[in-house]
C-alpha cells in the first residue's frame, strides 16, 4: 500500500448502477464527502459525458455527473500519462482479462446514459463472494474504465480535445466509504 489516501471508492458507484439509490439517498450517503472533494479538488480538468477527473500533482479527483454525489479522490503523488488509442486498447484488454480472472472490479462506460442501457455499460465485480457481470465487453474504447483491483486503480479517460489518458494509481488507506475489492 503506497501512502496516499483513498476518499470514497468504486463500490459506491457499483452499489448506485445496481441498487439504483435515488438522488436523496446518495445524498445522504455521500453527499458530504463529494462536496469535501469538490472543494479541495483542484488541477488540470478532462472529461466527457460520462466523467469529469481534474489532477495535479498531489491527485486525482474523478467525479461523475450521472451521480452528482457521488465523486474518488486519491490523494497522493499522481502522475497520469498521455495514451495512444493502441495503448489505450491495450489497457482496456489488460483491465477486461484481469477482470475474468477476478483481479479487481471493473467499470467501463462506452457511453452517456450507461445508467439506462447495458449496451453502454460493462461491470464484472465480486459481491458478497460472489462475481456478477452486468452489459457485454466490448474491444470498442470506452469513454472512461476503472479498475479497482487489490493493488491498483487503473483509470483510462477519454478526453476528446487530449486524447486518451491513464492513470495507474497504487492502492491507498481507504478514508471514509474506500471498501476494498
Known sequence: MSGALEFGGQRSLLEALELGFSSAELEEKH???TAFLRERARGLRYGNQ???LLHDQEGVFVFFPAFPSLAFAWLGEAAGE?????EAQIWLWEALERARLADGDLAVF???GFA????KI??????EGERYQRGVASSRLPLFMW????????????????????FRLRRGAPVLGGLRC
Open 31 to 33: 453527499g458530504l464527502l
Open 50 to 52: 460520462v466523467v469529469e
Open 82 to 86: 498521455f495514451l495512444s488509442r493502441g
Open 110 to 112: 462506452y457511453a452517456h
Open 116 to 119: 439506462e442501457d447495458d449496451e
Open 122 to 127: 460493462f461491470m464484472n465485480y465480486a459481491y
Open 147 to 166: 479498475l479497482a483491483a487489490p493493488a491498483e486503480n487503473l483509470l483510462l479517460l477519454h478526453d476528446a480535445e487530449a486524447g486518451f489518458l491513464g
